[in-house]
């Protein structure tokens, strides 16, 4: 009795902190809102997401049931079906979603303002990213850990098992030319950051020989050592960056350091994974996890405050960074962080296989997913502690600022945003790079807002080191999925010729493996590379892209949780799944239509492409853009291809759930449930 | 105050993949003990096999 009255009490508390949080940060005005704010408010609202909704959904909904055994424990053979801790299976499967997805993209979102942005990340996480998280989590632990794929196949119909695999292989590609070109952007003219990223590689390598035959399966012995030397590497980029010979050697433009990437691309898909990818993975997720924690302990002792405005008038669809109003870009600009249709391949497949109880779904599965989108937050907030004209100076490409540092500035302090080429040149020179301007893609920005706070922590001399660990963090992990991408793009691509010439379909035969591995990388390559000469950044382009078909399998996802949950008698709550599909639709159509179809040349890709025809056509573009207009023409077409491509996916898909529920709600046949038996838990609470 | 160092350090073994052997080891005992005939995998033999094992398929993300 007393004890409830405390709980309820707290509860209370909790609730009306969060209230009073989230009116600061939404109604502040005029003064600057401390980050502290931003943090409070979202934090409670996971606290009551957690504790109220996603209890409701474990036990109401899914009707989670703590006395089935887990297919872990069923299928228990001491390899991949293994019952694991709870904590442990949290631990791996925050590792396998969070990648350098909410990083970026609440970076390049802040063009709006901290708050559309803030909003989004919150509410989209609690409602949509997380619920799909869990749900997915849960129907695959029910059907022996069995991927996307393969449920929408067995539960849906083939159609839909078809759309989630080509979905995905697509996605693969355009998310790692994505990636690719924010570690270019990254590295361009910086000999510190990329004597830095390069060095990543043979320590990579020293690891993985390390821990497969020096000392085989020591494997927290042979990351301490990588992480050691992976620090050493960055106090040894400042020293090459002072070094004339060294510092020419590593200081390209961007083009070469393309070809760099595709290069390593191609070199990391080909060789075997215990030499690069297993290894570097090690490495990115012990840094992932420690960078975090220390960013957080920094925010809460600095408490900076947000110097980005809550709303910019960018939100009509003029921003530098990328084009488009507010609505719908600002969703599908953030989309890990949020929601994220990639979650669902980790959440169906591998993490079911660990766990040890059905009651562990609500902390993996949505849990899992609030502290990705807690790590979003903390990059919205790196990015707005920047004052807003230097994180334009840096997120603007040349192509819409000017190429000149005095244009560029000029430009950016029109808006109302005040930056002078001297305070830029100060800022490049504390964190030890050449120039800041122009350098799209979120990771610099990112890597100058939380060097400033981690540097007003530990001491303002060590800024350049800061922004390098900073940088060489996010490059570190970009390239694990670049990895682990071209590798999973390889699988499918072989799985699928492999019906066409089984000899092909070989995953350890080395002319299919050389062959498949190619055309992935020269999928991703041609993006990379188009993005790379593309002088409006390539990033306005591709991160739209990715956006729209991360969402597009979100969106799958929870098409198929809806039909399940449909099928399985619980139509009436079917809206759990069932309502942020219903905005996905809406935010992936409006967003598909507009990229499409939009008259503004920094939004519609056809329109862009006959803008760029008629110029040169005309004979007014200058020589060097001439140069590579038909190569730009030809990409716009093609993504304006791709992404009707997507738009058609989603809704032969969503069309087929709803014609499957149809049937099933006017009770003709439809495929039957695929749940396996119940079989009693064996295992004690505790137990593992 | 040990035990809680203690139970912390388990859990980074087991996060981290650093005592799968030993698992593997516990998992034979209890399942296989009585199979002579295979006897269980040293060390390096079952780690190279649970490693190439794990990158098949869909690890990691965005």
């Keep these: 009795m007393i004890k409830g009255l405390w709980g309820r009490a707290g509860w209370s508390g909790v609730t009306l902190l969060g209230v009073f949080a989230f009116a600061q940060v939404a109604l502040a005005r005029g003064e600057a809102l401390n980050a502290l704010w931003l943090l409070a408010a979202a934090i409670c609202v996971y606290v009551i997401a957690y504790r109220f909704y996603a209890a409701w959904i474990a036990a109401s909904v899914l009707s989670v049931d703590a006395t089935r055994a887990t297919p872990a424990e069923r299928l228990n053979n001491g390899r991949d079906y293994v019952p694991t801790n709870r904590w442990v299976v949290f631990g791996h499967h925050f590792a396998a979603i969070a990648g350098p997805g909410p990083l970026v993209g609440p970076t390049l979102a802040a063009q709006f303002g901290y708050l559309p942005g803030t909003l989004w990340i919150l509410i989209g996480a609690v409602l949509g990213g997380a619920v799909q998280d869990m749900v997915t989590l849960f129907l695959s632990t029910r059907r022996d850990g069995r991927s996307l794929g393969q449920m929408a196949r067995d539960e849906i119909g083939a159609i839909g098992g078809m759309a989630a695999l080509f979905g995905t292989f697509i996605i693969m590609i355009i998310l790692i030319a994505v990636l690719g070109l924010v570690v270019v952007n990254a590295m361009k003219h910086s000999p510190w950051g990329t004597s830095t990223v390069a060095a990543t590689i043979p320590i990579a390598m020293l690891v993985g020989v390390y821990m497969r035959h020096l000392r085989p399966g020591r494997v927290l012995e042979a990351s301490l050592l990588g992480v050691i030397l992976l620090l050493a590497s960055v106090v040894m980029g400042g020293w090459v960056d002072h070094h004339p010979v060294l510092a020419a050697l590593f200081d390209h433009e961007g083009l070469p350091l393309a070809f760099g990437v595709i290069a390593y691309g191609f070199a990391a898909a080909v060789l075997p994974v215990w030499l690069l990818l297993a290894p570097r993975d090690y490495l990115s997720t012990f840094m992932k996890l420690g960078t975090v924690l220390v960013l957080a302990i920094a925010i809460l002792w600095l408490r900076p405050d947000i110097h980005m405005p809550a709303i910019t008038p960018f939100i009509d669809g003029t921003g530098p960074i990328f084009g488009g109003k507010v609505f719908p870009f600002v969703f599908i600009t953030i989309a890990c962080g949020a929601i994220s249709g990639f979650h669902a391949l980790i959440a169906s497949g591998t993490t079911p296989k660990l766990m040890t109880s059905e009651r562990d779904i609500r902390t993996i599965g949505y849990g899992a997913m609030l502290l990705e989108s807690f790590v979003a937050i903390m990059a919205m907030i790196a990015a707005t502690i920047l004052e807003p004209g230097v994180f334009f100076a840096i997120n603007s490409p040349a192509g819409v600022v000017g190429k000149e540092a005095l244009d560029a500035v000029n430009t950016i302090s029109s808006w109302g945003y005040q930056v002078t080429v001297e305070q830029m040149q100060h800022l490049a020179s504390v964190m030890g790079e050449s120039t800041l301007f122009a350098r799209t893609g979120g990771a610099p920005s990112l890597a100058v807002g939380m060097a400033s706070i981690l540097g007003s922590v530990f001491g303002e001399h060590l800024l350049a080191l800061w922004y390098h660990f900073a940088i060489m963090f996010e490059a570190i992990f970009i390239l694990t999925t670049l990895d682990a991408g071209t590798r999973v793009g390889r699988f499918m691509l072989q799985d699928m010729l492999g019906n066409l010439h089984p000899k092909l379909g070989e995953t350890s035969y080395t002319p299919s493996v050389i062959f498949t591995s190619a055309l992935v990388v020269a999928g991703w390559g041609y993006f990379l590379y188009i993005g790379v000469i593309d002088p409006n950044g390539g990033v306005n382009i591709l991160w739209p892209l990715f956006g729209i078909s991360n969402q597009m399998l979100a969106a799958i996802a929870l098409s198929i949780g809806t039909g399940i949950l449909i099928k399985s008698g619980k139509a009436s709550k079917a809206w759990v799944t069932g309502l942020p599909l219903l905005w996905l639709l809406l935010i992936t159509t409006t967003a598909a239509y507009e990229k499409i179809f939009s008259a503004d040349v920094r939004v519609g890709f056809f329109a862009a492409a006959s803008d760029l025809s008629q110029k040169l056509a005309a004979g007014v573009l200058p020589p060097e853009k001439a140069a590579v207009a038909p190569q730009l023409i030809f990409n716009q077409q093609l993504d304006a291809w791709l992404t009707a491509f997507f738009v058609i996916v989603l809704w032969v898909v969503v069309l087929d759930m709803l014609n499957m529920s149809r049937r099933y709600l006017s009770g003709k046949p439809v495929l039957p449930l695929t749940e396996a038996g119940y079989v009693a838990t064996r295992l004690e609470k505790g137990a593992v | ?62």
């Design chain 2, 1 to 62: 105050m040990m035990n809680w160092f203690r139970q912390c350090w388990q859990h980074v073994r087991q996060l981290s993949g650093d005592d799968m052997y030993e698992r593997y080891l516990a998992h034979y005992a209890e399942h296989h003990a009585g199979e002579t005939d295979t006897p269980p995998l040293s060390r390096a033999e079952f780690f190279r096999q649970w490693q190439d094992e794990k990158w098949q398929g869909v690890k990691r993300c965005c």
